[in-house]
């Protein structure tokens, strides 16, 4: 069982920049592939970013340039660094992980993960 908790949200004006964290429970981090979603009102939650136990990585078009994912295995920590922010960007950002089954493949599927945090929002105003 992986328990996931976000921090890092808040509201910036556009261009700003904010640091999202997920801080995962657990001996199996280093083996997770971990995910960002994101979901905006009245919309469906759509993948945002993930990166592999290789460190391999995968981002939307929407973001790529923009955001950073990185992983932290001593601290168990998974981040994302989201520059140069647009009103857009405004949704509820929820951390995910798998099984911890070493794919090498990254899914940009909800169905892919198993475990999830509770969300943190992100607001961004023009």
């Known amino acids: 069982q992986v328990q996931l908790v976000e921090s890092g949200g808040g509201s910036v004006q556009a261009g700003g920049s904010l640091r999202l964290s997920c801080v995962a429970s657990?001996?199996?981090?280093?083996?997770?592939?971990m995910g960002w979603f994101r979901q905006a009102p009245g919309k469906e939650r759509e993948f945002v970013a993930a990166i592999g136990w290789s460190g391999v990585t995968s981002y939307t078009d929407s973001v790529k340039g923009r955001f950073t994912i990185s992983r932290d295995n001593a601290k168990n920590t998974v981040y994302l660094q989201m520059n140069s922010l647009k009103p857009e960007d405004t949704a509820v950002y929820y951390c995910a992980a798998d099984s911890g089954k070493l794919t090498s493949v990254i899914f940009p599927t909800a169905t892919a993960y198993n475990y999830w945090g509770q969300g943190t929002q992100v607001t961004v105003s023009s």
């Open positions: 657990g001996r199996t981090f280093s083996r997770n592939t």
